[in-house]
């Protein structure tokens, strides 16, 4: 199972905006509106910060937002904050229910 | 709130059973519909996907790992759990196993237990 393409790393200011992309194909990422983001601190679980491209679960703050172009899923981190920095993965749905793909992270560093 | 708590040795050797138990509270496991979860991430890398389970047992496995895989499910325990056959150093990871937060096979996961460190050595 082939992972999603995401940038090894990025880094920002804080206050600055960032953002991470996820490279599929037509037939995961630029099909389904089924993309979701999770961040995940050093030792700890991931947590779902984006989902179905775009949306929010409750309690995650309004600087982070997703889209999607064609093949490709960005999440986008607005007023970087200390707290930011972490590894980020993204995900897709396939239309297959054996196969699950996951991009192979970027550390996100803020300056 | 829905809280997933991996166990199981921390530690196996080369060609045995790496066997996991993920037990969930805080929800009722068997309603809801959703699909449960493993998955891992090996020392400094991204994640990959194990397999889903239905609460009523059905799984769904990676084709990479299916011929030395089980999941299944225990309702009346509120458990899942993994096994893992003819382990190698390669299966050493972090295993997790998370909740979907639809009612449908998407990779969309909005629970995770804390994660727990295998390691394959003799």
């Known amino acids: 199972q082939s992972a999603l393409t995401q940038p090894a790393s990025v880094s920002g200011s804080p206050g600055q905006s960032i953002t991470i992309s996820c490279t599929g194909t037509s037939s995961d990422v630029g099909y389904y509106n089924f993309v979701s983001w999770y961040q995940q601190h050093p030792g700890k679980a991931p947590k779902l910060m984006i989902y179905?491209?775009?949306n929010r679960p409750s309690g995650v703050s309004i600087r982070f937002s997703g889209s999607k172009s064609g093949n490709t899923a960005s999440l986008t981190i607005s007023g970087l904050q200390a707290e930011d920095e972490a590894d980020y993965h993204c995900?897709?749905?396939?239309?297959?229910?054996?196969?699950?793909?996951f991009g192979g992270g970027t550390k996100l560093t803020v300056l | 709130q829905v809280q997933l708590q991996e166990s199981g040795p921390g530690l196996v050797k080369p060609s045995q059973t790496l066997s996991l138990t993920c037990t969930v509270s805080?929800?009722?496991?068997?309603?809801?519909?959703?699909?449960w979860s493993w998955i891992r991430q090996h020392p400094g890398k991204g994640l990959e996907w194990i397999g889903y389970?239905?609460?009523?047992?059905?799984?769904y496995y990676n084709p990479s790992l299916k011929s030395r895989l089980t999941i299944s499910v225990d309702t009346s325990k509120n458990q899942l759990s993994l096994k893992l056959s003819s382990v190698t150093a390669a299966d050493t990871a972090v295993y997790y196993c998370?909740?979907?937060?639809?009612?449908?096979?998407?990779?969309?996961?909005?629970?995770w237990g804390q994660g727990t460190l295998v390691t394959v050595s003799s």
């Open positions: 998370a909740k979907t937060k639809q009612q449908q096979l998407v990779p969309t996961f909005d629970y």
């Open positions: 995900t897709s749905y396939t239309g297959s229910s054996t196969r699950v793909l």
């Open positions: 179905d491209v775009t």
């Open positions: 805080g929800g009722s496991f068997s309603s809801g519909g959703y699909y």
């Open positions: 389970i239905s609460s009523n047992g059905s799984p």
